[in-house]
């Protein structure tokens, strides 16, 4: 299985600024997603994240909100820009190998915007 | 979509009782489906997982039910331990997509 290491854990930001999360993994993996799971409710994908090109977004979900960056086969990055208080939420980064048959997750970034 | 609703479905047992929690899907074409546990702080945890070809599939403790009449799923834990208290997310995915569909989720809370 891989290990999933997400930074920051939790964090708490100001409306307007921006925030990048990191997650990096411990093996190379073919498959990186991020996911939002707001309070009280299941996941949502945002994207996924694509080694060398641009993210493939969901629907609802735009690459000016929510840059991210896949440089190599270990990690990525998500940034939520221009937070809201509607931001606040946990957002994880899951991977996948193995022809996608199981999904393992990071612990989450806990964000609340004040 | 996202699911509607502020609070999760909640299922209250003791300790050493069986568990069963539920999950209906919408998409008949959905042929692998996995059960996550999501406990407090932490992201999900794969539990089992069944193919559309099967019905049943058992786990240590834990078994999953598939009934594609009714698109229902179930997971039943045996034994149920408070260690097992957490959110329980079922999960779908179709035509080979590497990419899971997640169901509401149910909040186990097992008291000793």
């Known amino acids: 299985s891989a290990v999933i290491s997400q930074k920051p854990s939790r964090d708490i930001c100001q409306r307007g600024t921006s925030l990048t999360i990191q997650c990096q993994v411990d093996?190379?993996?073919?498959?990186m997603f991020w996911y939002r799971q707001q309070p009280g409710q299941s996941l949502t994908l945002i994207a996924t994240a694509n080694q060398g090109s641009e993210a493939t977004y969901e629907s609802g979900f735009v690459i000016d909100k929510f840059p991210i960056s896949r440089p190599n086969l270990t990690f990525s990055t998500l940034t939520v820009s221009n937070m809201s208080p509607e931001d606040s939420s946990i957002y994880l980064c899951s991977v996948s190998d193995r022809g996608g048959t199981e999904a393992f997750f990071g612990q989450g970034t806990r964000l609340t915007v004040v | 979509g996202e699911s509607v609703g502020l609070h999760l479905p909640t299922l209250s047992v003791q300790e050493g009782d069986n568990s069963i929690i539920n999950c209906a899907y919408s998409?008949?074409?959905?042929?692998?489906f996995i059960w996550y546990k999501q406990e407090s702080g932490k992201g999900p945890q794969f539990i089992i997982d069944?193919?559309?070809?099967?019905d049943k599939r058992q786990g240590q403790r834990v078994t999953v039910l598939l009934n594609k009449t009714v698109k229902h799923l179930s997971l039943q834990i045996a034994a149920t331990q408070p260690g097992d208290s957490a959110v329980y997310f079922c999960?779908?995915?179709?035509?080979?997509?590497?990419?899971?569909?997640f169901g509401r989720g149910t909040s186990l809370i097992v008291h000793p």
């Open positions: 998409n008949s074409a959905s042929d692998y």
């Open positions: 093996s190379q993996v073919t498959m």
């Open positions: 069944i193919r559309s070809n099967m």
């Open positions: 999960a779908e995915t179709s035509g080979g997509s590497y990419i899971p569909t």
